[in-house]
């Protein structure tokens, strides 16, 4: 499957969901869509390889039921090491003085 192909394969499992909940045809332009479609599919890629970094007994069921929680994890992480950095450089400014 190519890479459009996967983008309007996730569009299309939108649609369907959106037209089994509210009975009528979603309004949005599948072209603008495709590249945020293609956001989410990097994401779950990131994801995956995050999860297997960090995970010594890896299997797809245990991916899927916690890929939320992964996905808080990582930007925690993401976010402490950003803050770390800051209060490294603000602590050499300081001593610097």
Do not use: G
Not at 3 to 31: G, M, T, V
Not at 53 to 62: A, K
Request: glycine share 0%.
């Amino acid at each position: 499957m190519t890479e459009k192909q996967k983008r309007f394969a996730l569009l299309s499992r939108f649609d369907k969901h959106y037209k089994f909940k509210l009975e009528q045809e979603p309004r949005y332009n599948k072209w603008v869509e495709q590249w945020s479609a293609n956001a989410l599919i990097e994401l779950c890629y990131d994801l995956l390889e995050y999860y297997f970094e960090v995970t010594e007994n890896p299997s797809w069921n245990h991916f899927a039921y916690i890929a939320h929680d992964i996905l808080e994890r990582k930007q925690e992480q993401e976010k402490d090491l950003i803050d770390r950095s800051q209060r490294r450089r603000m602590a050499k400014e300081w001593l610097s003085e």
